[in-house]
């Protein structure tokens, strides 16, 4: 088994849906199933269908989310060294064509989300950033055209 890398906010973050599913959303698909059931002819009876198909959905979230936290290896990044990008820090970077700064957290890839600035170390960005120090100079072809970078903050 391959162990996943994940913050430990991202692992209580899967542990909260995996509750949530197991104790709110499956026994409520359940309940559905039984109402639906008992309306009669199976056949015809799309309510039937329709919570049969939520349950084997709720099912596989259920089991991949327990493959997940089974395979987790909790990063600590408080715990890693400062001195260049690693998993679960955040870096700043300059854009030396335009001066504008983004920044971003690099974490596992079961808890990027880009919206909030967070990139999978597995992603295209994240391989160019990790590993790099402060001042490195990164080329990101990005889907927008080719991108350059500064390394110029590490938190």
Known sequence: MRQVPITRQGFESLKKELHQLRKVERPGNIRAIEEARAHGDLS?????????????????RINE????????EVID???LPKDKAVFGCTVVLEN??????????????EESNIKEGR???ESPLGKAIIGRKLGDELVIDAPGGRRNYELVDIV
């Not at 015809?44 to 596989?60: G, H, I, P, T, W």
């Not at 030396?96 to 890839?109: A, N």
């Open 44 to 60: 015809e009876n799309a309510e039937f269908s329709a919570a049969k198909e939520r349950q084997s959905f709720l099912d596989a």
């Open 119 to 121: 990139i999978s170390v």
């Open 65 to 72: 989310l327990e493959y997940k936290l089974a395979n987790a």
């Open 77 to 79: 990044p408080d715990t």
């Open 96 to 109: 030396i064509d335009t001066g504008d700064e983004v920044s971003y957290q690099l974490v596992g890839p």
